[in-house]
């Protein structure tokens, strides 16, 4: 890969245009950085996992609680089959997304992959009070996050378009950079878009 700038690191293909579709662990900024993102962009905006919270009526841990990880990860991949098909989203994507070789591919292939990177520091230190996270909740949550982190972070890049190394950036900056990197991209000759089709949305689609 190759250093855009001090924040971005592209990889060398380029991207297929259409969504932008956020991905990192959690506590990496996705939700926050996406919904100014759409705005800016204007453009909807999506969170798989409200999504999911929606349309079952629970939270994630009752989910995790009641059907498992698996069972969740089933729901998640058929959300993101459905909303990684719209052709002018935003789409914020759970941490664990990716471990589904289908969603990677899915994701790689229907739009631009943004690959939102922190220290495990500073996502502790975002998610330390945040209860709605099952796999944190442990004995460890250092050890867990480190485990996480080496497990996924081969993943996001596997699949990333682009690399924003978050660090201190605020989210204004953020935002600015990730747009303008993506107004550059889209202005390049010889990009195709992706087909214009949108799928139905069921009830409860986040905005």
Known sequence: MRTADPVFVE??????????????????????????????LNRRFYDSDHVIEE??????????EIEGESGFRHRESAVIDELSLLTDGVLATGGGA????????????????????????DLLNRTRHDKNRPLLQTADPR?????????????YREIAHVTIDTGSQSLGTLVNRHHQRHERRIERPGETGQPKGKPKMAAGAAH
């Open 55 to 64: 349309r079952t009526g629970v939270k994630i841990p009752v989910i995790f």
């Open 11 to 40: 990889k060398a293909d380029s991207a297929t245009g259409g969504s932008i579709f956020l991905v990192g662990m959690m506590g990496a900024g996705k939700t926050s950085v996406g919904r100014v993102l759409a705005k800016r």
């Open 143 to 155: 050890g867990r996050r480190n485990e996480l982190f080496e497990m996924r972070d081969p993943l």
């Open 98 to 121: 990716v471990l589904a070789r289908e969603n990677r591919e899915r994701l790689r292939a229907r739009g631009t992959v943004v690959y939102l990177r922190a220290s495990v520091k």
